[in-house]
């Protein structure tokens, strides 16, 4: 169904068709029709850009360009996915539009909303229902790996897929440009073929239902015909292609199955059932795992205005829910297990030399001036407030990173976040509106950074686990094929993350008794309750709560010289994803706190460090199974004093990306490579630009000027190197010969006329005879990286003959000009 025709009969109606022509529905006639259409729920979606196009991060850089456009990791354009989501979901409403015929509760409405989700910042009444949520997942749309393997970091190359177009804006009363109104905006060539991910789960519906599902999918996309900015004035024509699906067939499937059924309502959201039975083991296994971010990740910290900032962390309550949907087919008893702590998922924070980061601790502090723990490498110093009086210097705290400590040497580690924005388009304006959203902006974790956390329970419910499946652990590892998905905006541009399971291990630490001393590091926020059950971040509750667990009587440590607490207090925002909605705010004790106890009565020091390791395992407070609450005892990087050694190069605070080496050496060699063309397209668009420097490079020098054309100070005349220009502006490069024979004439002529002839030396003669027939002349005298400006298998030799006319009359056109602005100059 082609955009045309739904503009025909207009919005509210269907096409029209002879109903008596079509044979009625039936059970036993439709399984005949649809047997052999799968439905797929993974596919790939090309869109192939058909003219320029801009996408745009909504800034400019400046002095330069007023609009710059959206580059992914790589360097390259891409097409966010929210753009997609929202331009698909768009045709799908026209379709659903005129097959309901203006009804916009109608069935087919239904289906648009199950697909994509309903919109609750539309709703003008109260929602009395759980939103409803997308069942079709789009990723960003990128260009494909052997593109990207192929362009490298090659720079002249990434800057040639984009050129400037300059702008106006006209006044309406005089119909002139306005003054001052001249803007410059960064377009991406047109010929590039992007490709998105995506996913459909359509697991409770019958045959019928996921036909009826795709098919209007597909017929979305057929009135999709242009996206991005400016696509009013002829930019971002495009074509959406879902892979390996005929789109007629699935179109005049959907002419003849106009009556489906509703989609499924919203099933209540299943909960966890617990029983008082759980073990009472004191051994327990843990289960390393490796989250690595395979897009931008949003961990909502908290909303300030429009922007969102994210966490540098991923809070063990997101990977629990994971793991519960990955090992619920076991059959085990996890609401017990949360219930009576005996499940444990850590946070998962930042990998630093391959282990776990930890918290910087707040009782570490850096020099002001060249110290702290970023510049370690340059001889700075960090002092252990728990271990040292205050030193004569000021200082400044360490906080917002994380730490490895081992063999004396301390690892460092900080999470730059990025910033993407992005804007909600409201349909009558079809512009960004403060009334639903407008624009607003994600903090996000990058790509390729990686994080560790730890799945703890007890040795026999490991052993329960193993009872169904030997390698249960495995089934926590993400395949190829299927990634998971976390935190914010997870269906779209955000949260796709590959999970790496390690064997299950013994958990049980053994932390350094000191029979006199308790060193205590808080490793994720504590939330406790005081007497009258209200949260709290007393240092004292936290004191009572250790006394309880330990069977020991503490007091902070009194040493006028030293600092026995360094405490802060944070608050999280809770999230009630189901609906959308806030949940009462999560306030404890701040991960990096530090305190120093006197133990100053033990009634069995034999338990000690028994239950310091159970302590460590399980952690104190509430919402333990979730990673609240983890402690560390005595830990040796406490014990120390003044830190002043190196840190190891992954130490140090990195962005971590996934970019491409530098000296890619990949090329795209086959010609039904879908970007095959565009490539070959981009590489003459860097070769021009690059003919084009190098020429004005050499023309410049006055020795190169008489190197390549024999041009002294008085020979020969400004005329005839304008008639030398005029007749190298003739030359033409054919697929199989060069057409010098214009200029071949003109030398001919020129040296049998001695009135002429007198004006050229036999030095300049010579030289423009080679440079017309002699084809790698100008190629030697211009001397192009070629390694720099080439991406595809055999582009050098095609390029060089295809360009060589417009090498020389480049070359030529910027000596002639160069010398005569020098003779003016003289």
């Known amino acids: 169904m082609s955009k045309g025709n739904k503009q025909k009969h207009g919005k509210g109606s269907k096409p029209s068709k002879d109903k008596a022509s079509q044979p009625k529905n039936t059970p036993s006639t439709q399984a005949v029709k649809t047997s052999n259409m799968q439905v797929p729920t ?127 804006s006209i006044d309406p009363k005089n119909g002139c440009a306005k003054e001052d109104f001249l803007r410059f905006e960064e377009m991406v060539r047109a010929g590039a073929v992007l490709n998105s991910t995506c996913q459909l789960r359509l697991d409770n519906l019958d045959e019928q239902q996921k036909q009826a599902a795709f098919a209007l999918l597909i ?44 989609p499924p309502k919203t ?44 966490l540098d962390y991923i809070p063990g309550t997101h990977l629990m829910r994971l793991i519960i949907r990955k090992l619920k087919h076991l059959n085990f008893d996890f609401g017990s297990a949360i219930a009576h702590n005996k499940l444990v998922v850590t946070n998962a924070t930042p990998e630093i030399a391959g282990t776990i980061g930890k918290p910087t601790p707040i009782a570490l502090f850096g020099e002001k001036l060249g110290g702290g723990l970023s510049n370690l490498k340059e001889g700075g110093k960090v002092y252990n407030r728990l271990r040292e009086k205050e030193p004569d210097m000021q200082l400044k705290g360490e906080r917002g990173s994380y730490v490895s400590f081992s063999n004396g040497q301390i690892d460092y580690r900080k999470i730059d976040t990025g910033l993407e924005t992005h804007n909600t388009i409201k349909d009558e304006l079809q512009r960004p509106t403060s009334d639903i959203g407008g624009v607003y902006s994600y903090e996000t974790i990058p790509i390729g950074t990686s994080f560790k956390a730890e799945l703890r329970l007890p040795q026999d419910l490991a052993e329960q686990l193993k009872k169904h499946d030997a390698n249960w652990w495995q089934k926590l590892k993400s395949d190829d094929k299927h990634y998971e998905r976390l935190g914010q905006s997870k269906k779209d541009d955000y949260g796709l993350v590959k999970i790496e399971a390690k064997s299950p291990q013994n958990a049980t630490n053994k932390p350094v008794v000191n029979n006199n001393l308790l060193t205590v590091w808080v490793l994720s926020d504590i939330l406790l309750r005081d007497e009258r059950l209200r949260p709290t971040a007393s240092v004292k509750t936290l004191q009572e709560e250790l006394e309880a667990k330990l069977d020991v009587k503490l007091t902070l440590r009194k040493d006028d010289n030293l600092l026995s607490l360094m405490a802060r207090q944070n608050r999280l925002e809770s999230w009630q994803v189901r609906w959308g909605l806030p949940r009462p705010s999560l306030v404890g004790l701040a991960a990096g706190s530090c305190f120093v106890f006197e133990i100053t009565a033990n009634t069995n020091p034999q338990q000690l460090e028994k239950k310091l390791a159970e302590l460590e395992t399980t952690g104190i407070g509430e919402r333990v199974a979730e990673g609240f609450g983890q402690l560390c005892f005595n830990h040796s990087l406490l014990s120390q004093n003044t830190f002043i050694s190196q840190p190891s190069k992954q130490s140090q605070t990195t962005n971590y990306s996934s970019g491409n080496n530098q000296n890619s050496s990949s090329t795209l060699n086959n010609s039904q490579d879908p970007n095959f063309i565009y490539a070959r397209y981009i590489e003459k668009a860097t070769w021009r630009k690059e003919i084009e420097r190098r020429a004005l490079s050499l023309a410049a020098s006055a020795d190169d000027r008489r190197k390549i054309l024999g041009i002294t100070s008085d020979k020969p005349t400004m005329s005839q190197l304008g008639a030398l220009r005029s007749l190298v502006g003739g030359l033409i490069q054919t697929e199989t010969a060069n057409q010098t024979n214009g200029v071949m004439g003109w030398l001919s002529h020129l040296r049998n006329t001695p009135n002429r002839r007198e004006k050229w030396t036999d030095a300049s003669l010579r030289e423009i005879q080679n440079l017309v027939t002699n084809q790698q002349i100008v190629w030697d005298h211009l001397n192009i990286n070629i390694a720099d400006i080439t991406m595809t298998q055999n582009s050098q030799q095609q390029l060089q003959r295809e360009l060589w006319a417009e090498a020389v009359q480049t070359l030529v056109d910027a000596i002639i000009r160069a010398h005569k602005r020098s003779e003016e100059e003289n």
């Not at 609750?120 to 593109?147: D, G, K, M, N, Y």
């Not at 002829?234 to 067939?249: H, Y």
């Not at 299943?270 to 990740?297: A, F, M």
């Open 42 to 168: 993974d596919f790939m979606l090309n869109i192939s850009m058909l003219s320029d196009w801009h996408v745009g991060t909504g800034a400019g850089r400046v002095g330069d360009i007023d609009r710059l456009v959206q580059r992914d990791h790589n360097g390259l354009p891409y097409i966010p996915a929210k753009t997609l989501t929202g331009i698909w979901r768009d045709g799908c409403e026209l379709i659903a539009t005129g097959l309901d015929e203006g009804n916009v509760n109608g069935i087919w409405s239904q289906w648009v909303n199950y697909l994509f989700g309903n919109q609750p910042a539309l709703e003008t009444e109260a929602v009395e229902f759980t939103p409803i949520e997308a069942t079709l997942s789009v990723r960003s749309a990128h260009f494909p790996q052997s593109f990207v393997s192929a362009i490298g970091s090659k720079k002249l190359l990434l800057e040639a897929i984009t050129f400037v177009k300059p702008g106006i």
């Open 219 to 262: 017929a979305g996309t057929k009135l999709i015909e242009r996206l991005g900015g400016k696509r009013r004035r002829g930019a971002g024509k495009c074509q959406w292609q879902i892979d390996k699906q005929n789109s007629n067939t699935w179109i005049d499937w959907l002419e003849k199955n106009l009556e489906v059924s509703a």
């Open 267 to 310: 099933q209540k959201q299943e909960n966890i059932s617990w029983s008082d039975s759980i073990t009472n083991s004191s051994t327990w296994v843990k289960v390393e795992l490796t989250v690595t971010t395979l897009s931008p990740l949003i961990i909502s910290k908290r909303t300030i205005g429009n922007v969102v900032e994210t």
